[in-house]
């Protein structure tokens, strides 16, 4: 992996497209509501290209967007208009950037306070041809999923019974046409992702090639996310003092299970694996902390001065105030370090850390 450094970057929100390209989202001037407009810019690090996509269009990013691919070359961006003073039409865009199409994939009417809930509305990219949007209703406390055919401008409700019920909470692609499925708390496991599709359209059952964990009401599945080509998610027992993380490695199969105590008085925790080696970093006033859970033991401390701001593969990437006596103000390094070694920066800069992005499988920082 390379750590590649992108200066005089301003601030927003940095994702990949695939492994060439990424967004720079950033606020605009307009205003919706509480939500502020954004910019959306392409940015190819390779030729330095950073072109601003469909600047006509009032775009809106409030709702969390999962793909279920590793590699694409579309994205989405939602608009609002107010029908009257309570309703709002939501515009949801689809940009293809090979074929430069952008076109509204769907549209729903929702009140504004149900706006202003945007935790409650999530997009799901499916494949390329096929996108999911979702929506809790608190009135019947239950979820309304709409798939659509992206080029057909098709689309069929969803009324699988544990959809519906319970929602997709995240989705996490593992490469061809497997993703690991989180349905709300209760379900994790491995679906094939074009076989899902063809199941929800003939409103048939949806198959797991392989549960990872199922619930039976009395545990909580949480927290899923991938660290190292690892799925991570955390099983809360509400009666216990202890939580167990499961740590599933896709590349091999193996799954682990670790305990951590969830009621110390640490905040900010955080889980990843490291050269397969799972942990949890904590932050407290001396700094943060890595606890090996194999072990149950502290590897290493970044104390509190160093600013944890990302961790990636077996780096981290932290940064810290320093004063330069001759001007007067302060600067600020940026320093990465292997874990577990924090006495050797591998990588040492000034700047200003404003993001990062990962772009086949380099790690590119974005300083001013």
């Known amino acids: ?104 994939v769907h549209k729903d009417a929702v009140k504004l306070w149900q706006l202003r809930q945007c935790h409650n509305f999530k997009i799901f990219a499916l494949t390329e041809d096929y996108c999911m949007f979702q929506k809790y209703d608190s009135e019947s406390d239950s979820y309304d999923i709409q798939l659509k055919d992206i080029m057909a401008d098709k689309g069929v409700r969803i009324s699988n019974e544990e959809l519906v019920k ?13 993703c690991c499925f989180k349905v709300g708390e209760t379900i994790v496991g491995i679906v094939n992702v074009n076989q899902f599709v063809s199941d929800m359209v003939l409103n048939l059952p949806m198959v797991f090639s392989e549960v990872l964990d199922k619930s039976a009401g009395d545990v909580l599945l ?21 939580e167990e993380v499961v740590i599933y490695n896709y590349s091999n199969g193996v799954k682990k299970v670790r305990q951590i105590d969830n009621k110390s008085d640490f905040f900010n925790k955080n889980l990843c694996v490291i050269n397969d080696v799972p942990y949890i970093y904590l932050s407290d006033e001396t700094g943060t902390h890595f606890v090996n859970l194999n072990s149950q033991r502290e590897e290493c401390l970044i104390p509190e001065e160093y600013k944890v701001e990302v961790v990636f593969g077996e780096y981290v990437v932290t ?32 700047g200003v850390y404003n993001g990062h992005v990962t772009l086949d499988e380099d790690l590119l920082l974005f300083v001013s």
């Not at 929602?167 to 692609?173: A, K």
């Not at 320093?322 to 920066?345: E, M, T, W």
């Open 222 to 242: 949480t927290d899923m996310y991938d660290s190292n080509r690892n799925i991570i998610y955390t099983k809360i027992f509400p009666d216990s003092d202890v």
């Open 1 to 104: 992996m390379d750590i590649r450094l992108i200066k005089n970057f301003n601030k927003g929100k940095y994702r990949a497209v695939n492994s060439n390209l990424m967004l720079h989202i950033v606020d605009d001037n307009r205003k919706f509501d509480s939500f502020y407009g954004k910019k959306f810019y392409l940015f190819n690090p390779a030729k330095n290209v950073h072109e601003e996509i469909m600047p006509e269009i009032a775009k809106f990013d409030v709702f969390r967007i999962y793909n279920g691919l590793k590699d694409k070359n579309f994205f989405f961006f939602s608009s609002f208009k107010m029908l009257n003073e309570s309703d709002v039409e939501i515009s949801y865009y689809y940009y293809n950037i090979l074929k430069r199409i952008c076109k509204i």
């Open 319 to 350: 940064s810290r105030p320093v004063k330069i006596n001759i001007l007067k103000k302060n600067k600020r390094i940026i320093q990465v370090f292997r874990i577990p070694d924090i006495s050797h920066p591998v990588f040492k800069k000034k």
């Open 166 to 178: 319970n929602g997709l909470d995240c989705i996490i692609p593992m490469g061809g046409n497997k």
